[in-house]
């Protein structure tokens, strides 16, 4: 069955430091991966997405992501974090129909 | 740029009772989804809705659950007996019909839904 996981309820960096948020999804076809941020009161707005081609994919914000065939992961990174990324960030798999299948979700609080 | 929007933004109502939550999806889309997470879960899949009829559903969307494109710019989700269970942050979503599991949805922020 297909699925999402987000190994990571809640994870706490430093502003400045380098984060990393997991992802791992098991899917018997090729991936079409996706990750998006909720902000306090936002919507879910796509961070980056991965269809095919280079496995590291730029997004918004600063934001990258790399797929990893061999491991079912597409973990989502970020070289220095701001104050401004504190979010929640929602990993999901385009699943061979018209809807997503979201893994739980990591909330990134940010300390000064 | 253009968004989807969704009202109300928190909505509390008692057990049994009925409620709408309404979703302006982007105005070009084709396919809309509502989509709930039950706090500390999962964001789920409800139901996707296609040239005015249901595409496809979970198994979460029983007959409870229905869906109805009233006019060319609303999109609604009715929950006709609620359950305490039902009480969830429900999200719709809009994407253009293009490109399947491929597709790209856009977001509304949600509705917070609370059954007491």
């Known amino acids: 069955a297909q699925s999402v996981t987000q190994p990571d309820i809640h994870i706490t960096v430093s502003e400045g430091a380098s984060l990393e948020l997991r992802c791992n999804y098991s899917?018997?076809?090729?991936?079409?991966l996706f990750w998006y941020v909720q902000s306090p009161g936002q919507g879910l707005q796509l961070l980056l997405k991965?269809?095919?081609?280079?496995?590291l994919v730029q997004g918004i914000k600063g934001f990258e992501a790399e797929f990893k065939r061999s491991q079912s992961s597409f973990n989502l990174r970020k070289p220095s974090v701001h104050w401004s990324d504190a979010a929640e960030y929602f990993c999901a798999v385009g699943s061979g129909t018209y809807k997503y299948i979201f893994g739980t979700g990591t909330r990134l609080k940010v300390l000064a | 740029e253009p968004e989807v929007t969704q009202t109300p933004s928190h909505q509390v109502t008692q057990m049994g009772q009925e409620v709408i939550l309404r979703c302006v999806p982007i105005s070009n889309h084709l396919y809309f989804y509502w989509y709930r997470q039950i706090l500390g879960q999962k964001v789920e899949f409800l139901v996707s809705?296609?040239?005015?009829?249901?595409?496809?559903k979970s198994e979460i969307f029983d007959d409870q659950f229905s869906v109805e494109r009233p006019d060319g710019s609303n999109f609604t989700l009715k929950i006709r007996s609620t359950k305490l269970e039902d009480s969830a942050m429900y999200f719709c979503a809009s994407s253009e019909g293009l490109a399947g599991e491929a597709e790209t949805q856009y977001f509304g922020p949600g509705t917070r839904l609370l059954v007491l």
């Open positions: 991965y269809f095919s081609g280079d496995t």
């Open positions: 899917y018997g076809a090729t991936p079409y």
């Open positions: 809705f296609y040239n005015n009829e249901i595409s496809e």
